[in-house]
Nanobody, 125 residues
């Protein structure tokens, strides 16, 4: 059973930066897709960025491409999301998620069985 704990959310003005962290434990498979999702009030949960831990390949949503960077520190079992040039529309609860991987990753929330508790990110204009 994978446990995920996010940290690093907060409030920032538009144009600012935040870095989210996700500490992971309880791995039982050899490879995982690690992902950041977000959910704004009244909207569906959407994938922001995904990384395949075995080779570091990434997927980004078009809305954050060029502004957000997903990365991992395998020695610390920690996933990061560096968020730059933040916009008010980035305001949401951000979730870390994981699923066992078999060579590729997907971006549908219901494909991820393991979730963190979420951390609020608020961007003011």
């Amino acid at each position: 059973q994978v446990q995920l704990v996010e940290s690093g959310g907060g409030s920032v003005q538009a144009g600012g930066s935040l870095r989210l962290s996700c500490a992971a434990s309880g791995y039982t498979y050899s490879s995982y897709c690690m992902a950041w999702f977000r959910q704004a009030p009244g909207k569906e949960r959407e994938a922001v960025a995904v990384i395949l831990d075995s080779d570091g390949s990434t997927i980004y949503s078009d809305s954050v491409k060029g502004r957000f960077t997903i990365s991992q520190d395998n020695a610390k079992n920690t996933l990061y999301l560096q968020m730059n040039s933040l916009k008010p529309e980035d305001t949401a609860i951000y979730y870390c998620a994981a699923r066992a991987a078999w060579g590729y990753c997907v971006t549908r929330p219901y494909d991820y069985p393991f979730w963190g508790q979420g951390t609020q990110v608020t961007v003011s204009s």
